[in-house]
């Protein structure tokens, strides 16, 4: 079954009792029961709920493994697996580029229970070596990163992770499914920010974790009924429906982002540009092999000052400024004052985050609306200018 076809029918057969051809929302806490334990699957919605169940069903189908476990946000399902895995002692290995609250979550809270947070290029094949010992317990990546897009060869990460007896987790929040395998290049658990793309319409907060290894998975999914941080039955139905359309929304995102990359390389106020379908971009060829699309995200540098930046981020007509990323509707964010603002600023400088550093998350409008408005914003920062030099 093509990928297509299977968001729409994977786990999701039309309700047996009644035939209605999209499962209803299983709003309930509880299930009656036939005897003491005597159940039909179901006896505690922490534990299980048929809604969600479906959603995990073809979640993990996605990602071509067994078992996924959804989560109330990214967030819950990354602690799940940090509290899977890691003990005081364990070190963890991440990249320069990483989710902010990724970076909160170990920094703040594993780091001063003893655990070892390693942030080194692990593009820089020496470097990333030099950091994996006998303690290495994961190396966890994301690949495009947050917000640079970064493209890292899982194959690689996963080959050298697992010659020191690591695991790897990819975050495939920002490639998707669709464009992204990482089970397939090695990867042992995946995460994923369900709100962003696979959701899609910016109207939910969810979490998944997915593995193709019973065991691996099993603590997971215990810590996901014992922590209890579970996402609500109708959030799980409105992921369902966004699914459904994930790989015609996907091309669209793909679509726009690679106009406006193209739009933006150049530009005398636009410093350099992120994008991984760019030639230039320095991972592309890898890419281009471990992909089958660039994704739908482009960065860029504004070659100006901060208040430049705030300016042209606060006053755009389609991009709405906020957090977040991957819904129908486009949004833009300011990383050093929005989503990596945890990073301290001295650390956001030793990895190269530029605090002008602007993020688009071009939705499903059309290109050339994205494409002008960005322009126009442009334009007016370089009258701002002008305008001053003639006062000057
Ligand atoms: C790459 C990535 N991973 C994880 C998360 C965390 O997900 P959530 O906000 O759903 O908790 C985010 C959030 O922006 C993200 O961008």
Redesign the pocket.
């Known amino acids: 079954m093509e990928f297509a076809t299977r968001t729409i029918h994977a786990g999701q057969p039309s309700e047996p009792g009644t035939g209605s051809l999209i499962a209803p929302i299983f709003q309930t806490s509880t299930y009656e029961q036939d005897a003491p334990g005597c159940h039909r699957g179901f006896d505690y919605s922490r534990t299980n709920n048929p809604t969600r169940a479906r959603l995990e069903a073809v979640l993990a189908d996605l990602e071509g493994v067994p078992h996924a476990a959804a989560f109330a946000?990214?967030?819950?399902a990354?602690n799940a697996i940090l509290q899977a895995y890691l003990t005081p002692g364990d070190e963890i290995v991440i990249p320069q580029d990483v989710?902010g609250?990724?970076y909160r979550i170990l920094n703040k809270v594993f780091q001063p229970m003893g655990c070892v947070v390693r942030q080194i290029d692990i593009g820089d094949t020496a470097a990333f070596e030099g950091a994996l010992n006998s303690r290495t317990r994961l190396v966890w990546i994301?690949s495009p990163t947050?917000p640079r897009l970064l493209v890292y060869d899982i194959a690689a990460v996963c080959q050298a992770a697992h010659r020191h007896g690591a695991l790897v987790v990819v975050?495939n929040?920002?490639a998707t499914p669709l464009f992204q395998q990482p089970f397939a290049l090695g990867a042992d658990i995946v995460?994923h920010?369900?709100?962003?793309y696979l959701g899609g319409h910016s109207d939910l907060?969810?979490?998944a974790v997915l593995a193709k290894d019973e065991a691996l998975f099993e603590p997971v999914k215990f810590l996901q009924n014992a922590t209890g941080a579970v996402p609500s039955p109708f959030d799980c139905w409105l992921t369902l429906r966004g699914l459904k359309t994930l790989e015609l929304r996907m091309q669209r995102h793909a679509d726009n982002a690679e106009a406006i990359a193209e739009a933006l390389i150049g530009h005398p106020l636009v410093q350099r540009v992120y994008f991984p379908g760019l030639p230039t971009h320095p991972g592309h060829d890898i890419a281009r092999r471990q992909m089958t699309g660039f994704g739908g995200m482009v960065s860029f540098e504004l070659a100006g000052t901060v208040d430049e930046v705030v300016s042209f981020v606060s006053s755009r007509r389609f991009f709405a400024l906020g957090?977040?990323?991957g819904g129908v509707k486009s949004l833009l964010c300011h990383p050093a004052r929005m989503?990596h603002a945890s990073i301290p600023a001295e650390a956001r400088a030793a990895l190269g985050l530029s605090d002008t550093l602007v993020r688009l998350s071009p939705g499903c409008e059309h290109r050339k609306d994205l494409v002008a408005d960005l322009l126009e914003g442009l334009a007016t920062l370089q009258q701002a200018r002008e305008a001053q030099v003639v006062l000057a």
């Open positions: 946000s990214g967030l819950a990354e989710y609250g990724t994301e947050n975050d929040t920002f995460v920010s369900v709100t962003k907060i969810q979490g957090e977040s990323l989503t």
